[in-house]
């Protein structure tokens, strides 16, 4: 099926550690999007990638799509108490708009 | 703006029960969805609909019926509850449908929901 693979499941860094996750896919993705859900809290959308090797960031988060177009990464600078939570990439099927979702990273940022 | 709303936000049922998760988004948005969440398991489609009239399948849709009669609304009906079926249920809409470039997703606070 059309997978998506989430590293690491868990992270726990020091506050002020960088903090890396990774989304892959077996196939050719024609976009990704990151969502970051907050312990009991729903899914909220951070950006959407298209390009092949497109980078995006939004103050210390730098979102990267692969040149292949297979895989993404989410990378946070220093982190903060406030970036605890699950992070998600979620890829659409081809040609459809049905969403698939990776398993997420949780992170847990230890003051 | 309320955005995507859901209701309830908990529920507790007996096995063989049925009930009708609402949703209802006020952004007129095309497409919704639902999806389950379950610990490690990450969000999972269960159906969706790119507009009204027009609902589709997604990875995990058995033991679910919805319907989209309206732009607005997309319930979820459980037919007969299982223990399995115990999950935090999400909502979630998005613009677009034909612009080409898919959009973000809104989403739902939850529904928690056991069923014993």
């Known amino acids: 099926g059309q997978q998506v693979m989430q590293i690491p499941q868990y992270q726990h860094v020091q506050e002020g550690e960088d903090f890396t996750t990774y989304c892959n896919s077996s196939?050719?993705?024609?976009?990704i999007q990151w969502y970051k859900q907050r312990p009991g809290g729903h899914p909220v959308f951070l950006i959407q990638?298209?390009?092949?090797?497109e980078v995006k960031k939004q103050k210390r988060l730098t979102f990267q799509f692969g040149e292949a177009k297979k895989n993404s990464s989410l990378h946070i600078t220093a982190t903060q108490t406030t970036d605890v939570g699950t992070y998600f990439c979620?890829?659409?099927?081809?040609?459809?708009?049905?969403?698939?979702f990776g398993t997420g990273t949780r992170l847990k940022v230890l003051a | 703006n309320a955005g995507v709303t859901q209701t309830p936000k908990f529920q507790v049922l007996k096995t063989g029960q049925s009930m009708t998760l609402q949703c209802a988004q006020d952004?007129?948005?095309?497409?919704m969805s639902w999806y389950r969440q379950d610990p490690g398991m990450g969000l999972r489609l269960i159906h969706y609909?790119?507009?009204?009239?027009?609902?589709d399948q997604g990875e995990v849709p058995n033991g679910y019926n919805v319907s989209r009669s309206t732009t607005e609304d997309f319930p979820l009906r459980l037919l007969s509850a299982a223990p399995s079926q115990t999950s935090v249920y999400f909502c979630?809409?998005?613009?677009?449908?034909?612009?080409?470039?898919?959009?973000?997703?809104?989403f739902g606070d939850g529904t928690r929901l056991s069923i014993l």
């Open positions: 979630a809409s998005s613009l677009g449908v034909g612009t080409g470039d898919n959009q973000p997703q809104h």
């Open positions: 990638l298209v390009k092949s090797g």
């Open positions: 196939t050719t993705l024609s976009n």
């Open positions: 952004m007129n948005h095309e497409y």
């Open positions: 979620a890829k659409s099927y081809s040609g459809t708009y049905k969403y698939i």
């Open positions: 609909s790119v507009g009204a009239g027009i609902t």
